[in-house]
């Protein structure tokens, strides 16, 4: 079995995410700081909304007031 480790954006990485982690734990498996969401918005809540492409796919995170991540979805 091989798994990925490294930092980004990739399905692997994705899987690791959950619900108990933070913006920072998530920006620093995808890869900050040398990796920026491609894109970034406030959500009507006072979340934000945040895509990450790579070559393999895409992440949409979803992080309430708090930046506690409420949803995730791979494209």
Known sequence: IYLDLTPGVSRGN????????????????LGAPWIEPNWRQKTWTGGTQEWWHGSQGTIMLVFDEHDRLVWKEWD
């Open 14 to 29: 994705y899987r690791r995410i959950n619900g108990e982690m933070r913006r920072g734990d998530i920006e620093s498996l």
